[in-house]
């Protein structure tokens, strides 16, 4: 395939586009594996903060559940606390007047009822300090689970944050990698099309010149792998079978003037000069003798019943060395060319004589 600097331009692309939508990928991937932990790391803080809150919420049931319990004891406490006070007042009173009056009896039973009265009111004020405490206690209970709530809270706050923005930075990554996955596909297609076409074009110049050099009779072996050049005259020179490349050392050579007729032909390896000249060429009945008594395979350029010939050595069907005779009006292989056989044995006396 010929060398094309705008596939290879398309190629530098593609591969360009190949490592920068890798590049994305890879970000994206790291993008993916942060916001997964940032996640993983909001979720126990979650967690921590209904636990946390959870506690607080019992902590405070248990406080509504002591007040709701020992509120209407205490009311009723403070009540019957008033009115024992009241009575031990009162009492204390009359046991004075009465001690006033020198009636002992009844100073000393007043006297009694105040401080039984007194007894009672302390009574009930250590009852009510003793549920006061209890709900003093419950709500101390509740209280110390407020900082870790509150902490639990400000955790998750701080996890939601850095999940936001694992979650933005892989949203964003993931944005970047679809435009570059984008552009390399873009790039790709591209690609892809000039290698078609370029393969294309290849393949048809490589039918271009195998047709001319089918044209020009250039042995069969060769005809995929010819090297073909115009010159300044507007004959079609064709080189092949040469060491390494169609026109490299020992290369064979025909040309082509512009009607079509070959008017040069060496093959490989063959010496140079005038002798490869078709005009200076001997006729099929000056050769064959030469080339028959020769041994093994043969192929030689030549004129036979005035047209450019070219003759080849096979086997019949019956297994008998033959020769095979190209030849016509335009060239050797050219349209409507002719197709003579004759046994080697028998050089000059033709089997078939076909239009081709």
């Not at 297609?189 to 010149?209: G, T």
């Not at 390896?269 to 009945?285: I, K, R």
Request: charged share 30%.
């Amino acid at each position: 395939m010929a060398h094309d600097a705008e596939l290879d331009r398309l190629k530098v692309a593609q591969d360009n586009a190949f490592q920068r939508k890798q590049n994305a990928y890879q970000a994206q991937q790291q993008a993916w594996d942060r916001r997964t932990s940032a996640r993983e790391d909001l979720n126990r803080a979650h967690e921590s903060k209904q636990r946390a809150y959870a506690e607080q919420e019992s902590s405070w049931q248990r406080v509504d559940q002591v007040r709701s319990s020992n509120g209407p004891r205490i009311d009723s406490l403070n009540s019957m606390q008033e009115s024992a006070y009241l009575n031990m007042g009162s009492a204390f009173q009359n046991a004075s007047a009465a001690h006033d009056r020198r009636d002992g009896a009844a100073a000393r039973s007043y006297a009694d009822d105040g401080h039984r009265y007194k007894a009672e009111c302390q009574g009930y004020v250590v009852e009510r300090r003793r549920l006061v405490e209890e709900i003093r206690s419950a709500r101390a209970v509740h209280d110390a689970t407020k900082p870790a709530f509150q902490r639990a809270k400000a955790e998750f706050s701080s996890a939601k944050e850095r999940f936001d923005r694992a979650k933005a930075d892989h949203e964003r990554a993931q944005a970047e990698f679809k435009q570059a996955k984008a552009e390399f596909d873009a790039a790709a297609k591209a690609f892809r099309a000039r290698l078609e076409k370029v393969r294309d074009e290849s393949a048809k110049r490589k039918n271009d010149k195998r047709s001319i050099a089918e044209k020009a009779g250039i042995p069969y072996e060769y005809r995929n792998n010819v090297y073909v050049s115009t010159d300044a005259s507007g004959n079609t020179n064709i080189y092949f079978g040469g060491l390494g490349s169609p026109d490299g050392p020992g290369h064979g050579h025909y040309v082509m003037n512009r009607s079509g007729d070959v008017t040069y032909m060496r093959e490989p390896f063959d010496a140079h000069g005038s002798h490869n000249f078709t005009d200076n060429q001997s006729d099929y009945s000056e050769r064959i003798g030469h080339e028959v008594a020769g041994q093994g395979e043969f192929g030689f350029s030549c004129r036979f019943r005035g047209y450019d010939a070219f003759v080849e050595s096979n086997t019949n069907k019956q297994g008998q060395p033959k020769i095979d005779i190209y030849y016509g009006p335009n060239g050797p292989f050219g349209p409507g060319h002719h197709h003579a056989v004759a046994l080697r044995s028998s050089p000059y006396d033709f089997e078939s004589d076909l239009l081709r």
